[in-house]
């Protein structure tokens, strides 16, 4: 069984960035395709960014240039740089795996971009 732990969120003003993290227990991790999902008040989740086991990340166009997704195989962690954050930015932060699954689903790590 995987679980997923996210970390890292919290108030920041625009412009300001923020790191997040996901931890994962369980086997298989490091094979695995990941993803960082959002889910801002009253809209559904979206894929926000992604990275295949290799290594090769793809971003919603909302984000990129401004997110960067990387992952540690090692530690079992997934990563997501934010700079440039907007008020848009303020949502719950999920992480999964790609397709998500849904006994995955953790708590999430809360971002508030204040403008």
């Known amino acids: 069984q995987v679980q997923l732990v996210e970390s890292g969120g919290g108030l920041v003003p625009a412009g300001g960035s923020l790191r997040l993290s996901c931890a994962a227990s369980?086997?298989?991790?490091?094979?695995?395709?990941m993803g960082w999902y959002r889910q801002a008040p009253g809209k559904q989740r979206e894929l926000a960014a992604a990275?295949?086991?290799?290594?090769?990340?793809n971003y919603a166009d909302s984000v990129k240039g401004r997110f960067t997704i990387s992952r540690d195989n090692a530690k079992n962690t997934v990563y997501l740089q934010m700079n440039s954050l907007k008020p848009d930015d303020t949502a719950v932060y999920y992480c999964?795996?790609?397709?998500?699954?849904?006994?995955?689903w953790g708590q999430g790590t809360q971002v508030f971009v204040s403008s």
């Open positions: 369980g086997s298989g991790f490091s094979v695995k395709t």
């Open positions: 990275i295949t086991s290799a290594g090769l990340t």
């Open positions: 999964n795996t790609l397709p998500w699954i849904r006994d995955y």
